[in-house]
């Protein structure tokens, strides 16, 4: 007999559980871009796998890349369900899930209420923070978004001058060494997808965002993150 109970109990307890996954999105807005679009749920509300899955939970991280190196950050998350027969699907999808989507919004478009024409821009330190956070995440699926045209421009580092872009393109080991000294980067980050927005405004720029972008995909992809530039 106690062996029935035993398989029975086993039985509900497999029925009741629920195969919802976490979602960490990182999200990096440039406020000193102010050029390229600024990014709108649009482009990020299918990486939160609500529509298909909403069960799952999701926490949405959102920090600004500007002319400090430390920055606040607004954390907004659903937590995900854990026995769907406890849970209220209808209160879910019908105020949880649009609440949650509202305030993850209205976070960004009060982040991107800040975008202005500023002397600095620290890009590769706010990036290092992301990554550092998402790599201590234990999340099933981990996204970093940036939107920029990824050009740090600090005391450290001037990606504007045009003898850094050289440095760049022509694969400088010493400057890729002294970057990863300065802000190194987890062991692994093969968990972690990157995806970067930008839309350059003319050829010029467009060209210079090749350069610069091949030295960042060689900063994360030397550590096994996806990289993807939109």
Known sequence: ??????????????????????????????????????????????????????????????????????????????AEVKNKYTSNEYQRKTKDIPFFIDSVATAIEALNAGISKMSSSYVIQAIQKECIYLSNSSADTKILVISSDLAENSNFLNMYDDRVLKRIKDGDTELFNLVNEKYPLPDDLSDIQVFVHYVPKDRIKSDEFEIISSFYRQYLTSHNAKFTIN
């Open 1 to 78: 007999m106690r062996i029935l109970i035993l398989f029975f109990t086993s039985l509900i307890l497999v029925g009741c559980s629920s195969d919802s996954q976490m979602t960490i999105v990182s999200i990096l807005q440039d406020q000193t871009d102010i050029l390229n679009a600024p990014l709108g749920m649009a482009d990020i509300s299918g990486l939160l796998q609500l529509n298909d899955h909403p069960e799952n939970g999701v926490e949405v991280h959102i920090s600004a890349i500007n002319d400090v190196g430390f920055n606040k950050t607004t954390t907004i998350a659903l």
